[in-house]
């Protein structure tokens, strides 16, 4: 992918985001559109237009973009969904859209397309999901059939339904994935073609300035330079190859608005008085709704940023990393709806009503478990190609993990990587019971190691980051909201998280599987380090304190 915008450049899309946000999109206004549900046509096209050129974050540059990295827009995908993730699914689904034409599309059809995006700020919409096709891609119904003329393909007919699709009803082009006779092959297919429609937008529990509508095309006629590549049978593998991307952009998502979400409690905390003092000096209330969702988000984050720097170094987009975009999406989702909800309950009854926004991040940032593959769909993704790594290298996958973590632990011991350690050793052991006792037979327990290995790596991952913070050796658009020792605790509260729970859980589904005998329970427990996961919550509460501490900016006696 490359490297993308200097910091410098970075910084001042950022800059512009953010007083584009004052300016358009207040509160008031946000609750409005919400309440009535309403897409703000007009200001999204101002964010593509010349105030912000939004869109040109990901177009390349030999097409008028400027040709953002990973990191850029992971970065600026966060930003958006601090503010509205109504908003930044529309600025999603154009990059969702435009992605067949990226990844598939002829030199002509890049030119001509991905141009307009950019010199014109099209508005584009990725039409894939069918009423009875979600998950299963596979199971699409939409055909689209050849037009001959003297023996030649001339163009195609497309007839079929697609459903929830972003940007539906206002986006000037919509990729199309349709069947043709050699398999399923994106169309482009413009707003206006005849027998072309979009139905009403749907009314959404979140999201509402979201416009998502169903599409209707009914013999729709296309040229035959409107297949994306000119080969037809393409359109799965482009769809696939750029999961790992496309999923970062989703985590972002759920970590812009789940900190969005808390960015609101943690200076209520400070000022709502009860019980004698500000809420924020309750450690009852800081240690169970505000530090636990940080350090979740936060080993997200980790995560996140690991990947958009493999993607970034990598060739090309094609088909890599894309467990990695999983484990992130995965992660960041979860946190993020996590942190959302706890963020009402710190609000007590004013969390509850609209003013206070919270309510508003917490029915927004749920999609992000839906769409761009549900979190069931990727514990099973996160589960399948783990085991194949498992089973290749005949159970030493984690073990060598953890290894490297534990020489971590040895050069920096104050990040929690011996902690993430016994996590590695639990998951490589869980899947090794698994396998000798053939127990992913059963599908529950194949999706729960996928969350198992999501946690374990995520803890890894942390303890890396914490570690380079130490060293004074982020990647230099790496977020830096946290000194580096208060970004080690945090590792630190996640990695004791991460161990027991895996340990912990790990065993459970082993034993709740019949993997092991009732006598050999003690023994599974030692092996999982069930033990010294628990002996590792040593400091917890203390590390907790570090980080409300900095958080709310006390001075620790
Ligand atoms: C607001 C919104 C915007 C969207 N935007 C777009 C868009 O722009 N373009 C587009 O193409 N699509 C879009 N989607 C569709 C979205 O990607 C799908 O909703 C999603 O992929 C899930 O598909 P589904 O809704 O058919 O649910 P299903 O696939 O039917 O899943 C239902 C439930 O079953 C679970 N499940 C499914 N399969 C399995 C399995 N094999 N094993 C275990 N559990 C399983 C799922 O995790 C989920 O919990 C959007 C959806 C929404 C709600």
Not at 80 to 95: H, N, P, Q, Y
């Amino acid at each position: 992918m490359g490297t993308g915008l200097d910091n410098e450049s970075l910084a001042g899309v950022l800059s512009s985001l953010h007083e584009f946000a004052k300016r358009e999109l207040s509160d008031e206004k946000l609750l409005e559109w919400d309440r009535t549900d309403v897409c703000p046509v007009d200001v999204v096209r101002r964010m593509y237009g010349d105030e912000l050129g939004i869109q040109l974050l990901f177009v390349p540059s030999e097409y008028g973009g400027l040709g953002g990295s990973t990191f850029d827009v992971y970065r600026t995908c966060e930003a958006m969904a601090r503010v509205d993730l109504g908003v930044a699914t529309s600025v999603l689904a154009t990059f969702l859209g435009s992605d067949p034409i990226s990844v598939g599309g002829t030199p002509e059809q890049r030119e001509r397309w991905l141009g307009r995006i950019a010199s014109e700020g099209a508005l584009v919409a990725y039409g894939a999901t069918e009423p009875s096709a979600g998950s299963d891609l596979g199971a699409l119904k939409t055909t689209a059939t050849p037009v001959e003329e003297g023996g030649q393909v001339v163009g195609y007919k497309l007839n079929g339904s697609k459903q929830w699709i972003s940007n539906g009803g206002i986006a000037d082009f919509t990729t199309v994935l349709a069947n043709t006779p050699k398999g399923p092959s994106w169309f482009v297919v413009e707003k206006g073609t005849a027998g072309f429609s979009a139905g009403r937008q749907e009314e959404k529990h979140g999201i509402r300035l979201s416009n998502t509508a169903p599409l209707t095309l009914e013999d729709v006629y296309v040229e035959a330079d409107r297949l994306i590549g000119g080969v037809e049978g393409q359109g799965l593998v482009q769809a696939q190859a750029v999961f790992g991307y496309t999923r970062v952009m989703v985590a972002s998502f759920g970590l812009g608005a789940g900190w969005g979400a808390l960015d609101r409690a943690i200076p209520y905390s400070k000022d709502r008085v009860q019980g004698g003092g500000p809420l924020s000096e309750k450690q009852g209330y800081t240690h169970k709704l505000v530090i636990p969702r940080i350090a979740w988000l936060e080993a997200g984050r980790s995560y996140i940023e690991e990947t958009a720097e493999l993607i970034d170094a990598a060739e090309g987009l094609q088909g890599q990393y894309n467990t990695e975009g999983a484990i992130a999406k995965y992660v960041s989702s979860e946190a993020g709806n996590a942190a959302a909800e706890a963020a009402i309950q710190a609000l007590g009854g004013y969390g509850y009503v609209h003013e206070y926004m919270v309510e508003k991040f917490k029915r927004d940032v749920r999609i992000t478990t839906i769409y761009e593959g549900t979190s069931e769909i990727l514990e099973m993704t996160i589960a399948r190609d783990r085991w194949q790594l498992h089973m290749k290298t005949r159970g030493a996958y984690y073990a060598d993990r953890a290894k490297e973590l534990d020489s971590l632990h040895a050069r920096r011991p104050d990040v929690g990587a011996a902690l993430a350690a016994v996590a590695l050793r639990a998951a490589g052991e869980v899947m090794e019971r698994c396998r000798v006792g053939r127990l992913t037979r059963h599908q529950h327990v194949l999706l729960r190691l996928g969350e198992l290995i999501a946690r374990a790596e995520c803890a890894a991952s942390f303890a890396r980051r914490a570690a380079r913070a130490l060293d004074g050796a982020l990647h230099e658009k790496a977020d830096r909201r946290f000194e580096p020792p208060v970004l080690a605790a945090l590792s630190r509260v996640f990695a004791r998280e991460a161990a027991l729970g895996v340990a912990h859980e790990g065993a459970r589904w082993v034993v709740g599987a019949g993997g092991v005998a009732p006598g050999e329970v003690e023994s599974l427990e030692r092996a999982v380090g069930t033990r010294v996961a628990l002996a590792g919550q040593t400091g917890l509460i203390e590390d907790m304190d570090r980080v409300a501490d900095a958080l709310y900016e006390r001075a620790r006696s």
